[in-house]
């Protein structure tokens, strides 16, 4: 029997070549799954400081002071998370288009429901919807920060912050787009969380508790950011 290669554009590429090629989309994979986990950690860490401005404003007005004026957390903490998030965008926008090419070679008929979830093969829009959000987050507290403090150089006021975070809910169309951003974020979190471990290589007897953790955390932290903006957004200060 003739036995016929269904791959003859494969045939060309040299062995030599094919090692290289896998090496780089796995370092690739890794490089997005490090960077990824970092964001998820600093995803926390930011929780915890925003729940205190509806349960204790006083400490949320310290830990905030702390976390502006801090020259650890200012010049090396801040530009890490920069170079973090722009890393897994860039990782994430290149590992999009190689895997859309490796499709259109590989399948003539490529039908992605038949093998994976809606939230898996749509990575790329729900990772592009949160970026979107940051650009309005940045906008609305980031620069205005650097902006008093480093462009109109205002003294410092530890007090500031609880009002000027609740005062920025008080537009419900602001609150209603932080809320669905949230939403999009969870969907994001729950197959990137998870799935960072896979690309890591990790699988052992630990992977299944790993695995309900990483969903918990998807579901629960977006969850309590949405919390935290429809909470403001009821309790406005009165003036
Ligand atoms: C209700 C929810 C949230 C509130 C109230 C909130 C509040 C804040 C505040 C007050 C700052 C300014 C910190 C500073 O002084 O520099 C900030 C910065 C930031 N937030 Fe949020 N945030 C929320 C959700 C999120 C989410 C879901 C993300 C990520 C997807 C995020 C990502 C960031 C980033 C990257 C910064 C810049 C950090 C820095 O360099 O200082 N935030 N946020």
Avoid: C
Wanted: charged letters at 10%.
């Amino acid at each position: 029997m003739l036995i016929t290669n269904p791959y003859p554009k494969f045939a060309k590429i040299k062995k030599q070549q094919m090692s290289g090629l896998l090496t780089s989309s796995i370092a690739r994979k890794v490089v997005m799954a490090l960077s990824g986990l970092f964001l998820v950690f600093f995803l926390g860490q930011h929780f915890v400081i925003n729940i205190t401005s509806v349960i204790a404003p006083d400490t949320f007005n310290s830990w905030s002071h702390f976390m502006g004026y801090n020259p650890l957390v200012q010049f090396v903490l801040q530009p890490i998370l920069i170079a973090g998030v722009i890393v897994h965008f860039v990782m994430g926008i290149t590992l999009e288009i190689q895997n859309n090419r490796a499709r259109s070679v590989n399948y003539a008929k490529y039908k992605g429901s038949a093998n994976a979830s809606w939230v898996s093969r749509n990575m790329i829009i729900t990772g592009l919807v949160v970026l979107a959000f940051l650009g309005l987050h940045m906008y609305d507290f980031w620069i205005h920060e650097m902006a008093y403090k480093y462009i109109e150089a205002n003294p410092e006021d530890p007090t500031r912050y609880y009002a000027e975070t609740v005062e920025k809910f008080e537009p419900l169309l602001r609150t209603v787009i932080y809320v669905a951003s949230f939403a999009l974020l969870a969907l994001h979190l729950l197959h990137g969380f998870a799935s960072s471990f896979q690309s890591m290589g990790v699988n052992n007897k630990y992977t299944p508790a790993i695995t309900t953790f990483t969903k918990i955390y998807a579901i629960g932290i977006p969850l309590g950011f949405a919390f935290i903006a429809i909470y403001h957004h009821l309790n406005p200060i009165t003036h």
